[in-house]
């Protein structure tokens, strides 16, 4: 989208009216705006619907005219993470300084409480899941646990490296810097262990829980555009990169299956079967197993396990594994910038984020997320991945905020197909890191 005078019919065509006619996903940019406009009237009149509709057009609205606008930005669409990264600041900014009233941040909560976000991973987790070649999937999987491990080790080295650099000692940093950054977010990771902490310590647990959020805020935005920086390497060196593929030689159901083309009742089957598989990760996430061996095991890791179950003995069919993956592209190609501008208003605070700024914890954090990034890097070759791909899958998004921040990364490394091995990092990974909690917090603080 670049606004320069050029000739149309020997005519030279005015930047404005080259503006209006851009389109974004085939609606006029005019429209775009006319929407902006009922919006800014809408909330100034408080007429805007405070229900479903009115949130879904608020940040549908926000967030393909930012997205837009993000992707087109030069340096900043290559390596700041583009209409992303803009969508989320910028919205999260609105919000802070009160261009978004309080009334409407509360009815997008309250869409994202119902599920939304919930829903769009679970999209992705299918769509990806079911879509990998059966002869890969043993050989993915099996390489791409032992890389999270791995990631695991280095993030903590880089943490403790940038401790020495600011004075804070390996078991502080260890204990309070490293553990909430890689325990997989805050309702799976620093809640249980900020109520870990306070059992073993005697203290209230909301001492630890406040500067553990603060701290794993930082790394979240760091890693972020780390996400951006390593998707611009990818371009530029496109070797290092299956640009959404993490194993080499790896195909798709699409690619080996290029002559099955899905109709909209396959794609209403492979929704049918994400929901199916979301509800049935829930059932044993939040009925018959929620922990095992006292460690909260999240509902969406039972249900990339169900769906590597399903797809390794083959028992979806092809119609509905590739209907999943029409789904997936849809979401991709079209809602995306949506979403992240609803997590922007919704979930992020932008006051506390720059609270959590201070010299000492963006070191120790950029530590965390550079080892994160060289463990995989560094071994993607034994496991046959691709060394980009490896770094954000299971090096960044093992030093996220959970759901959201795996959201966030890949799409500022626009690398949203890895998606479930992304929830395998931070749902795998944080429970590792919870249960390695449990066993510090007694031995280093009692």
Not at 4 to 16: I, Y
Not at 153 to 168: E, N, R, S
Not at 312 to 331: D, H, S, T, W, Y
Not at 337 to 357: P, Q
Request: charged share 15%.
């Amino acid at each position: 989208m670049e606004l320069q005078n050029k000739k149309v019919d020997g005519k030279e065509e005015s930047l404005l009216k080259k503006f209006f006619n851009i389109n974004l996903f085939g609606v006029p940019m005019l429209l775009f705006l006319v929407g902006a406009v009922i919006i800014i009237l809408g909330i100034s009149t408080n007429s805007l619907p405070k229900d479903m509709v009115g949130s879904i057009f608020l940040i549908f609205t926000c967030g393909i005219i930012l997205g837009k606008i993000g992707d087109s930005i030069p340096i900043w669409k290559d390596y700041l993470g583009g209409g992303a990264i803009l969508a989320f600041l910028v919205t999260s900014y609105a919000v802070y300084i009160g261009l978004i009233p309080t009334i409407y941040v509360k009815d997008i909560k309250g869409l994202f409480d119902s599920g939304f976000l919930e829903l769009y991973i679970s999209i992705m987790i299918c769509g990806s899941l079911l879509a990998i070649d059966r002869k890969f999937l043993a050989k993915t999987v099996g390489g791409f646990i032992p890389m999270v491990l791995i990631a695991t080790l280095t993030a903590a080295l880089g943490a403790v490296i940038g401790g020495l650099i600011t004075g804070v000692s390996p078991k502080e940093v260890i204990l309070n810097y490293a553990l909430p950054i890689m325990g997989g977010g805050n309702g799976a990771g620093a809640i249980p262990m900020s109520q870990i902490w306070g059992q073993v310590t005697g203290k209230d647990p909301k001492m630890w829980y406040s500067s553990a959020m603060a701290i794993l805020t930082i790394a979240n935005i760091i890693a972020i555009l780390a996400g951006a920086i390593l998707n611009g390497i990818g371009n530029k060196k496109p070797q290092l990169t299956g640009n959404g593929e993490l194993i080499k030689g790896a195909k798709n159901a699409e690619s080996t299956k290029s002559n099955f083309k899905a109709t909209f009742e396959d794609g209403a089957a492979g929704l049918f079967i994400t929901l199916a598989f979301y509800c049935l990760g829930n059932l044993f996430g939040k009925g018959f197993f929620p922990t095992i061996g006292g460690v909260f095991i999240h509902p969406f890791a039972y249900m990339v396990v169900f769906v590597l179950i399903a797809s390794g003995f083959n028992l979806v069919p092809e119609r509905i594994r590739v209907g999943a993956k029409q789904v997936q592209k849809f979401m991709v190609g079209n809602l995306f910038y949506v979403l992240i501008a609803g997590v922007g208003i919704a979930m992020v605070d932008f006051g506390a984020l720059l609270k959590a700024f201070n010299l000492t914890t963006v070191i120790i954090s950029l530590g965390a997320v550079i080892g994160a990034i060289l463990g995989p890097w560094i071994t993607s070759k034994i496991f046959g991945f691709y060394p980009i791909e490896a770094s954000i899958a299971a090096g960044l998004c093992h030093v996220n905020r959970g759901g959201s921040g795996d959201l966030e990364i890949l799409g500022a490394a626009k690398r949203m197909n890895l998606m479930a091995y992304a929830q395998i990092a931070t749902r795998l990974g944080g429970a590792i890191i919870l249960v390695l909690a449990g066993f510090l917090f007694s031995l280093w603080l009692k």
